[in-house]
T-cell receptor
Framework: AQKVTQAQTEISVVEKEDVTLDCVYE???????LFWYKQPPSGELVFLIR??????QNEISGRYSWNFQKSTSSFNFTITASQVVDSAVYFC????????????FGKGTKLTVNP | SQTIHQWPATLVQPVGSPLSLECTVE??????LYWYRQAAGRGLQLLFY??????ISSEVPQNLSASRPQDRQFILSSKKLLLSDSGFYLC???????????FGNGTRLTVT
């Protein structure tokens, strides 16, 4: 069975601090995809990134970066120089190729960035 | 470009009343469609998904049902709402394979 664990339920930082959101996954598939989503207070879920299991290169997009490590089954998300607008709930998700069309989500990490 | 519409945005219904939430997708064909529920605890619970017209997979047995009468239309229904049905309902679509899910803006349902 597939599983995504986001052990940090809530994180609070002060603006301009760097923050890392952890994501650990379990799957028996050799090919799979990992995702991060952002849910701001308004409620809609915004897609941030997708990585496939064959691409372990870290990715950077502006202040966001992602560290994918197959050896530890982790796909961590770092926000550099956090801003108040980064305050949201962040979800990590996993999709495999086992014939299922489902995305399995973690329970989310609520990030609060204080001015 | 593809867009997803979900309505209504908010809904207050009494216990025992019926429910119908609608979701439509534009700009794509034969999408996979999903209904998720997010309770106050924040986690996303997959309720139903559909890979084609008339094909519905149920993830959680409950008093809700889903239908897909047209390729890009997904409907969540209940004959009699329970207090525990309150929550934030999100419709989503994806192109299949392992493409990202794209979510609607959600419906906040309060059952009183």
């Amino acid at each position: 069975a597939q599983k995504v664990t986001q052990a940090q339920t809530e994180i609070s930082v002060v603006e301009k601090e760097d923050v890392t959101l952890d994501c650990v996954y379990e799957t028996r598939d050799t090919t799979y995809y990992l995702f991060w989503y952002k849910q701001p207070p308004s409620g809609e879920l915004v897609f941030l990134i997708r990585r496939n299991s064959f691409d372990e290169q870290n990715e950077i997009s502006g202040r966001y970066s992602w560290n994918f490590q197959k050896s530890t089954s982790s796909f961590n998300f770092t926000i550099t120089a956090s801003q108040v607008v980064d305050s949201a709930v962040y979800f990590c998700a996993l999709s495999g190729l086992g014939g299922s069309e489902k995305l399995v989500f973690g329970k989310g990490t609520k990030l609060t960035v204080n001015p | 470009s593809q867009t997803i519409h979900q309505w209504p945005a908010t809904l207050v219904q009494p216990v025992g009343s019926p429910l119908s939430l609608e979701c439509t997708v534009e700009g794509t064909s034969n999408p996979n469609l999903y209904w998720y529920r997010q309770a106050a605890g924040r986690g996303l619970q997959l309720l139903f998904y559909s890979v084609g017209i008339g094909q519905i997979s149920s993830e959680v047995p409950q008093n809700l049902s889903a239908s897909r009468p047209q390729d890009r239309q997904f409907i969540l229904s209940s004959k009699k709402l329970l207090l525990s049905d309150s929550g934030f309902y999100l419709c989503a679509w994806r192109a299949g394979g392992n493409s990202p899910l794209h979510f609607g803006n959600g419906t906040r349902l309060t059952v009183t």
